[in-house]
C-alpha cells in the first residue's frame, strides 16, 4: 500500500458508528490514545487521523488526507471540492429550520425579512434564505444552538435533527428541511487517481461493513 | 488580446496575476498567478492534443511529472439529452464530484442510472466511451471518433502514458463545449490546472472562432519547486601568483566565455582549486594542467 491516511471525526455524533465500521472491516489502531491525532493501523501503509468534524474535508481536500468520513452536511456547509464516494447510511439527521412553537410561522416562504437566524453553518443558512429571497440576519454559534430563541438571541435556528427530541425540550417547532445528511466517504480528487489500486480497497471494505447494518 | 484581429489561427500565451469571484469565507485566494496557453481558430483533435501535450512538455521542463484525465461537455450533454434530463448542471456537479448518491435524488430511472454509475466509477482509454456507446447511445459516435483520433496524436507527441478518459472530469458548462481535462501531480492533493475547448466563447466578442486552451496555477507550482532540491552550481577557484594577475584575467575571461563559473583571487596556500603561475596546477593533485583540455572537460 502507497500509503493512505482516513479522517475519522474525533468526537460527535458520527465518532462512535465510524469506529464500529472500522470495527467491522477488521481495521484495528495501534496504539490507541485520544491524545494522538495520527495513528497506524493493522492494514499495513493505512493511517487513521481524528479530527473534528468540520475540518475533515479541508485535510481532505488539500490532500494531507486521502479519504474521510464526514457528514453531508458539514461537506455542503464547507463546499470544497472532493469525490463523494460513497452514501454510508448512517447518521442519519435532517438539517431543519425551526421557530418557537408559539411562533405564527409554518412554512419557511413566511419568515418575514431582516429577522435573526442562529446556526452553526452560515453557508448553508445563506444559501437556503438567498433561494427564498429572504433576507435574514444569520448569527454563527459553535453549538446549543437550540437555547437562541427562547434566551431572544435569534428569531428561529438551523440546526442538525435526528429525532426532534431536543427541539421539543427547548420548545422548537420545525417548519422546512434544508438538507437530508448521514455520513458519506469523501476521497482527494487526486488521490483518487494517483493511488486508485489502494484507495479502491479501503472503499471496498468501508462500504462492505456498511450493508444491513443498524446504527 | 480581444482587440487582436484573429482572422486564421493564434497561438496565445500569458502569465499573469488573474482575479476571481469567489464567495464569502472562501478558503481560496481571489487573486493568484495563472499560466495559460490558448490556441484560437482551430477545431480538431489536432488542436486539442497541441494543447493537452504542450501543458505536459512546459511541466516536464520545471521538473513536475503531470498526468492528465480528460472528460467531455458534448459526451456529457448527448447522455443527458438522450435521457431528456432536466436538471442537467445539477447533474453535472454531482457526477463531478463522483457522488451516486447525489446522482440517484436526480435520477430514478435504472438504465441511466447504470451508465451514469459507469461514468463515475471507471476511468481507462477509448473502451469507457466505447461501452457507453454500447449502452445504446449511438449519438456517441462522432465523439468517439474525435478523442480516438486525440489519443493517436498524443500517442506520436509521446505521452499516450500520462493520458486517461475520466468521463466524470467535468467544468463550466456555460464556457466549455468539447473535451475537458485536469491536470495533476502526485502528491499534491489540488490539481494544478486544466482546460479544454471553448468554441463559443469568441461569439461573446462577436468573433466566431472555435478556441481550446488550459491554464495552471502558478502559486501551486511554485510550493512544489521549493521542495525541489537545487542543484548547486561548481564554481571553480582560480588563484594567482603574484605578478601572473593578467595571465590569470586572460584563463579565467576565457573560461567564463565557455560557460565555465570561476572566482580568481591571490594563491594564500589554498588546497583547492587551479593555481596560475608559469604553468597551471591542479592544487588538489598539485599536477600540471593543460588550460585547453582543462576547459573543455570542466563544461
Known amino acids: 500500500m502507497k500509503g493512505i491516511i482516513l479522517a475519522i471525526p474525533s468526537k460527535g455524533r458520527l465518532r462512535k458508528p465510524v469506529m464500529e465500521i472500522l470495527e467491522r472491516s477488521n481495521i484495528k489502531i495501534i496504539d490507541d490514545d485520544s491524545r494522538v491525532y495520527l495513528t497506524n493501523t493493522t492494514i499495513k501503509g493505512l493511517q487513521i487521523l481524528s479530527v473534528r468534524t468540520l475540518d475533515i474535508p479541508t485535510y481532505v481536500y488539500y490532500g494531507i488526507a486521502d479519504m474521510g468520513i464526514t ?106 428541511t434544508i438538507l437530508r445528511s448521514s455520513a458519506r466517504l469523501i476521497c482527494n480528487k487526486v488521490s483518487y ?11 471496498d471494505l468501508l462500504v462492505k461493513s456498511c450493508e444491513n447494518i443498524n446504527l | 488580446m480581444i482587440a487582436l484581429k484573429l482572422c486564421n ?19 481560496s485566494q481571489r487573486e493568484f498567478w495563472q499560466a495559460g496557453a490558448e490556441l484560437i481558430g482551430e477545431y480538431g483533435p489536432e488542436a486539442d492534443a497541441e494543447v493537452i501535450c504542450l501543458a505536459l512538455e512546459s511541466l516536464d521542463k ?29 447533474l453535472r456537479i454531482a457526477i463531478s464530484s463522483k457522488s451516486i448518491s447525489e446522482v440517484k435524488e436526480i435520477i430514478n430511472n435504472e438504465e441511466v442510472l447504470k451508465i451514469f454509475s459507469y461514468v463515475i466509477e471507471n476511468r481507462g482509454r477509448i473502451e469507457i466511451l466505447e461501452n457507453i456507446a454500447k449502452m445504446n447511445i449511438h449519438e456517441l459516435y462522432d465523439d468517439i471518433n474525435y478523442i480516438e483520433k486525440l489519443f493517436d496524436i498524443i500517442k506520436d507527441y509521446g505521452y499516450y502514458d500520462r493520458v486517461v478518459i475520466d468521463l466524470s472530469t467535468l467544468r463550466e458548462m456555460k464556457y466549455y463545449n468539447g473535451i475537458v481535462f485536469d491536470i495533476f501531480i502526485e502528491g499534491l492533493g489540488i490539481p494544478i490546472g486544466g482546460g479544454g475547448r471553448y468554441d463559443d466563447m469568441m461569439k461573446e466578442f462577436g468573433l466566431d472562432l472555435k478556441a481550446t486552451g488550459f491554464a495552471i496555477n502558478i502559486d501551486l507550482i511554485v510550493k512544489l519547486i521549493e521542495k525541489i532540491p537545487i542543484k548547486k552550481e561548481r564554481i571553480i577557484n582560480v588563484y594567482y601568483k603574484e605578478g601572473y594577475l593578467e595571465k590569470a584575467i586572460d584563463i579565467i575571461k576565457n573560461m567564463r566565455n565557455k560557460g565555465i563559473k570561476c572566482s580568481l583571487s591571490l594563491y594564500r596556500g589554498e588546497k583547492e582549486g587551479i593555481l596560475i603561475s608559469d604553468n597551471i596546477i591542479d592544487l588538489k593533485t598539485g599536477e600540471e594542467i593543460n588550460e585547453r583540455n582543462y576547459i573543455s572537460n570542466s563544461k
Do not use: W
Open chain 2, 9 to 27: 489561427e493564434k497561438r496565445l500565451y500569458y502569465i499573469e496575476n488573474c482575479i476571481r469571484y469567489l464567495p464569502q469565507k472562501a478558503i
Open chain 1, 193 to 203: 487517481k494517483t493511488k486508485y489500486e489502494d484507495i479502491k480497497k479501503i472503499i
Open chain 2, 62 to 90: 520545471i521538473g513536475l511529472k503531470a498526468n492528465i484525465d480528460i472528460g467531455s461537455i458534448s459526451v456529457f450533454k448527448k447522455i443527458a439529452n438522450h435521457f431528456n434530463i432536466k436538471d442537467i448542471d445539477r
Open chain 1, 71 to 176: 457528514g453531508k452536511d458539514v461537506i455542503e456547509e464547507c463546499g470544497l471540492d472532493v469525490y463523494e464516494i460513497a452514501d454510508m447510511k448512517f447518521g442519519n439527521c435532517n438539517l431543519i429550520v425551526a421557530v418557537k412553537e408559539d411562533s405564527p410561522y409554518y412554512d419557511a416562504n413566511q419568515l418575514p425579512h431582516g429577522i435573526r437566524v442562529a446556526t452553526e453553518f452560515p453557508n448553508l443558512t445563506r444559501r437556503f434564505f438567498n433561494n427564498l429571497g429572504i433576507h435574514v440576519e444569520i448569527i454563527t454559534l459553535r453549538g446549543a444552538v437550540e437555547i437562541a430563541p427562547i434566551l431572544g438571541l435569534s428569531d428561529c435556528i438551523v440546526d442538525l435533527s435526528s429525532t426532534g427530541e431536543t427541539l421539543r425540550k427547548n420548545g422548537l417547532r420545525a417548519i422546512a
